[in-house]
């Protein structure tokens, strides 16, 4: 059972660009929203993260977006750099994290 | 200090050998996860256990797979008679409480089964 869809699976932005990611939860309990950048050969580490209490929080390029109604929330990544191309995962849950399937985003100079 | 650390980073087992994968926590948590992650896929929980007690275990396998987490020494995830689709790259983390806030990832052993 996929408790977490995220789309796209692969994206392709160039520099300078908004780089935008999208995720849908299905269980209402779930009251953490993470986001988890990983980098081949590394563990995911955690980018940004949302209670269902706000609708946005935003962290220098990096903002999320929570829209508990439709139970949605996504990432935008501003003026996206060629280092910010890696694997990003959504989360969502109570203590024990649910990931989407992953997004592999390559930023082009 | 120290991050999450899991050994061995790479495990290579023939079929029907036993795999065992480490992962010692952060200093001051006492919480651990364990994630498996296939090629091109999210990860999948497995299990969460606290000291000495497994919290959840409704992501593990009901056969050949266990965890523990003893009161001294690193969380064991073990594998028995390991098969050719349990190929993955299986992920620890911890978090100092309950709660997916500060969680972090080890860098992840990849299990290869010939």
């Known amino acids: 059972q996929q408790q977490v869809k995220q789309s796209p699976q692969s994206l392709i932005v160039q520099k300078g660009g908004i780089s935008i990611i999208n995720c849908a939860y299905e269980n209402t309990a779930f009251d953490y929203f993470p986001w988890y950048q990983q980098f081949p050969g590394k563990g995911p580490a955690l980018l940004i993260a949302i209670r269902p209490d706000v609708s946005e929080k935003k962290e220098g390029r990096f903002t999320i977006s929570f829209n508990k109604s439709a139970?949605?929330?996504?990432?935008?990544?501003?003026?996206?750099?060629?280092?910010d191309s890696a694997t990003y995962f959504c989360a969502a849950g109570h203590y024990d994290m649910r990931f989407g399937a992953g997004t592999r985003l390559t930023v082009k100079p | 200090n120290a991050g999450v650390?899991?050994?061995?980073?790479?495990?290579?087992?023939?079929?029907?050998?036993?795999?065992?994968l480490r992962c010692s926590p952060m200093k001051g948590h006492s919480h651990v996860y364990w994630y498996r992650q296939l090629p091109e896929e999210g990860l999948k929980f497995m299990v969460y256990l606290q000291k000495e007690n497994i919290i959840d275990e409704s992501g593990m396998p009901k056969e050949r797979f266990s965890a523990e987490f003893p009161k001294e020494g690193p969380s064991i995830l073990r594998i028995q008679q390991v098969v050719r689709g349990d190929s993955a790259a299986y992920f620890c983390a911890s978090s100092p409480g309950p709660g997916g806030e500060k969680l972090f990832f080890g860098s992840g052993t990849q299990l290869s089964v010939l």
């Open chain 1, 71 to 83: 139970k949605q929330f996504s990432l935008h990544i501003m003026d996206s750099q060629p280092g």
């Open chain 2, 5 to 20: 650390m899991q050994n061995p980073r790479h495990l290579v087992r023939r079929r029907g050998q036993e795999a065992r």
